[in-house]
Nanobody
Framework: QVQLVESGGGLVQAGGSLRLSCAAS????????MGWFRQAPGKEREFVAV????????YYADSVKGRFTISRDNAKNMVYLQMSSLKPEDTAVYYC??????????????????WGQGTQVTVSS
């Protein structure tokens, strides 16, 4: 059983910054892409960012490009999402996930089998 635990969410004013962390268990995850997704009330879970197994390739949703940065530290089994210039539209529960496949990268939540419980991010106007 793989476990992912998110932290770092909270209430922040528009224009502010926040850093989310995801602690991952399981040696095999070092060869898997790790992604951040978010889900707002009444909406479907959507892709935010993904980093490949090595940490050297990243992809972002257009809505967060230039504002968010995803990174990972495989030695610590950690994944991060640095968020800046936050907007009220960023308000959602943020989840980290692990792609089920090794040495592959996907922006679809269908390819992610392992999920954390999520952390709430609320951006006030």
């Amino acid at each position: 059983q793989v476990q992912l635990v998110e932290s770092g969410g909270g209430l922040v004013q528009a224009g502010g910054s926040l850093r989310l962390s995801c602690a991952a268990s399981g040696r095999a995850l070092r060869s898997n892409a790790m992604g951040w997704f978010r889900q707002a009330p009444g909406k479907e879970r959507e892709f935010v960012a993904v980093v490949n197994w090595s940490g050297y390739s990243t992809y972002y949703a257009d809505s967060v490009k230039g504002r968010f940065t995803i990174s990972r530290d495989n030695a610590k089994n950690m994944v991060y999402l640095q968020m800046s210039s936050l907007k009220p539209e960023d308000t959602a529960v943020y989840y980290c996930g692990a792609d089920r496949r090794t040495y592959a990268t996907s922006v679809s939540p269908r390819d992610y089998d392992y999920w954390g419980q999520g952390t709430q991010v609320t951006v006030s106007s």
